[in-house]
């Protein structure tokens, strides 16, 4: 208690000292232009931080600030309202906005918040400027952070640009102000001869005698709104509330697209699926006229595995969070159907499909643009012993959801693959289906389809070497029934399977319903983890990577569409369909001596192995693998 006296008398000691000693200063906390009003060059100086030493550059001495106290169970620090630590997700909060109870990061890893006071004192502070990616370092034993924001850009496009407007923005005005801070001081070590005349400089931008403008704003729905913005900066854009960010954007993008010399340049860190997210990956594939800009966390010097490591240590273990804040990835891991290595896998092999004219289908009243195939497969020349599988999805063709026909032929693993396989059942195991073409529309009508899949099955397949995997629901069936007209049609074309627990007699089509999607989700993964099903259209590789349970534990698109996604998910009940049996032992003829044999070996080590022989079992393996 005398402590906290004693340091309560110095601080209003100090507070009236400071006074004196700058009277006639225009101070004003809310104007970050005015923080700084004195700085030190350190040389030969390094501070402790999660990311091991760092090296401090300069300190600063600010203008007069309420003190803050911040206490833990461990550490207690005295700062400014606007001084940013870090919560145990190394998210940035402001002193002022944390609440007793919430979790900060120290040297000891994260604590508690147990005490948030603003005391009544008013005093000039420090700040330390670090040489570090992260701009971290500890203080008093707590996390802190220096705002180091690269404005280089916006300082070029004041000092070589006439009569324009820049705005800044960010979700914060604190942060927005800083930015503005930056580029002051980005300015301020130009040579004299670039610098262009200063006009005018407050707390919301700046005003320069070429006619360039620079102002700041926090983000809202009505931001930038009532005058000409040629330079927009966008910080953080990931972080907005979409009910403010998906107006704004709307708002403001006409008026920036209609100028011939207007820019926008959008930054952010992940943050899950929104309108960031939208805007980038329509960047990266070119469906939107944005260049798209990654840096990963690998890309910064200093940091290797043992960086890697360390952050995710810091982040309680917590990897997802490591990926999402450094590693780029938009979505958690956790909630997807497949994980990520698997997703990078089908990406990879994964490619863009290719129009092919096929003379068949220019019997349809329509293009036929929808329809893709895999570049290296003819649909024009196709072996009369090659079987193939339509997953179909069906909807209204009337701009919502899309009609999907996903088409695979079905194969036998090759030699190699047939070897190191695994969880084997029977012959069945050792075949899969590889995707080679892909109709996507949300324009053409259910009449319209069933035409397209008549002229596929009846003049581009043979019917007899293809089967269709349909979800059973009102379109589904209006479908079957266009189908079924065509005198080669028989119902063996369409899988059937039970459409309930309780009937008996197996109908055309899928069942898709609340009780079985989640199983058939779960075994989809098991599937492509075995390479059942392999993956290799770019839309496809999307929607399945993007494919997962939802808040309320529901599987879906975490983004976009997932029709595309439901046709995998349909075909989980044909590999233990009849239907995949009668096509597996159509094409065992067919098979090379090679496939045969390694297919017999295999399972027959597998029988061994599962079932043991005692002491002859070692023996007759060895003279199996000899055959492999």
């Known amino acids: 208690m005398i402590r906290e006296k004693i340091k309560s008398f110095i601080l209003k000691l100090i507070e009236r000292i400071e006074a004196s000693q700058y009277k006639g200063y225009d101070f004003d906390e809310d104007d970050i232009t005015k923080k700084i009003i004195d700085e030190i060059a350190l040389e030969d100086v390094y501070l402790e931080a999660d990311t091991g030493q760092v090296r401090a550059t300069k300190i600063m001495k600010t203008q007069p600030y309420h003190v803050w106290r911040v206490k833990t169970a461990n550490h207690e620090i005295e700062c400014a309202d606007n001084h940013i630590l870090f919560n145990k997700n190394l998210v940035e909060v402001f002193v002022k906005d944390l609440k007793t109870g919430d979790c900060i990061m120290t040297e000891d890893g994260p604590e508690q918040v147990t005490l948030v006071e603003k005391l009544d004192a ?39 640009q006439f009569d324009k407007n820049i705005l800044v923005l960010a979700h914060k005005l604190s942060t927005a102000h800083e930015i503005i801070d930056k580029v002051k001081h ?48 966008a910080d953080e854009f990931a972080h907005i509330p979409e009910h403010i960010v998906v107006p704004f954007y709307r708002s403001i993008y006409p008026t920036l697209s209609s100028s011939q010399v207007s820019r926008i340049i959008i930054s952010s860190t992940a943050n899950g699926m929104n309108l960031f997210h939208s805007l980038y990956d329509g960047a990266v594939h070119g469906t939107n006229s944005y260049a798209p800009m990654r840096i990963d966390w690998w890309e910064v010097p200093g940091r290797d595995d043992e960086w890697k490591k360390r952050e995710i240590a810091n982040l309680n273990g917590n990897e997802e969070l490591f990926n999402q804040e450094y590693g780029n990835q938009f ?91 695994k969880e084997i059942e029977s012959e069945q195991s050792f075949f899969r289906l590889r995707q080679v073409g892909l109709f996507r529309s949300n324009q053409r009508s259910v009449d319209d389809v069933s035409k397209l899949l008549h002229l596929l099955l009846f003049k581009v397949f043979n019917c007899d070497n293809v089967r269709v995997v349909m979800e059973s629901n009102f379109k589904g069936d209006a479908m079957y029934e266009k189908i ?145």
């Open 331 to 421: 979505i958690i891991s956790s909630r997807m159907l497949i994980d990520d290595d698997l997703s990078l896998l089908i990406k990879k092999q994964s490619m863009k499909y290719e129009w092919k004219e096929i003379d068949q289908l220019f019997e349809l009243p329509y293009d036929y643009d929808e329809l893709r195939w895999h570049p290296k497969f003819d649909p024009i020349d196709i072996s009369p012993s090659d079987k193939f599988v339509f997953a179909i999805d069906i909807a209204d063709g009337i701009g919502g959801d899309f009609t999907i026909i996903n088409i695979f032929r079905l194969e036998c693993k090759s030699v190699a693959k047939i070897r190191i396989a």
């Open 186 to 233: 980005v300015l301020k070590n130009l040579p004299f001869f670039l610098k262009p005349g200063l006009v005018n400089s407050g707390v919301g931008g700046m005003r320069f005698d070429n006619g360039v403008n620079l102002y700041s704003q926090a983000t809202t729905k009505s931001a930038a709104l009532g005058f000409t913005i040629h330079l927009l900066y």
């Open 484 to 628: 079924s007209t065509n005198p080669d049609f028989y119902p063996e074309i369409f899988m059937h399977t039970r459409h309930s627990k309780v009937l008996k007699v197996r109908k055309p089509g899928v069942k898709i319903t609340s009780e079985n999607k989640e199983m058939y989700c779960r075994e989809l993964k098991k599937i492509l983890q075995q390479a059942r099903i392999v993956v290799t259209e770019l839309e496809t590789s999307k929607e399945i990577s993007a494919f997962g349970i939802n808040k309320n534990g529901k599987f879906e698109a975490q983004t976009g569409h997932d029709d595309i996604a439901m046709t995998l998910v349909n075909l989980v009940p044909y590999f233990e369909n009849e239907t995949f049996s009668a096509q597996v032992e159509e094409m065992w003829e067919n098979l090379s001596d090679a496939q045969k044999k390694a297919i017999d070996v295999k399972i027959e080590m597998s029988d061994i192995e599962s079932n043991g022989y005692g002491s002859t079992t070692s023996e007759t393996l060895n003279w199996l693998k000899e055959y492999m």
């Open 122 to 160: 008013k005093v000039c502070m420090f700040d330390i400027e670090v040489d570090s990616y992260e701009h971290r370092y500890y203080t008093n034993g707590v996390l802190s952070h220096n705002t180091v924001t690269s404005s280089i850009f916006i300082a070029w496009y004041i000092c070589f």
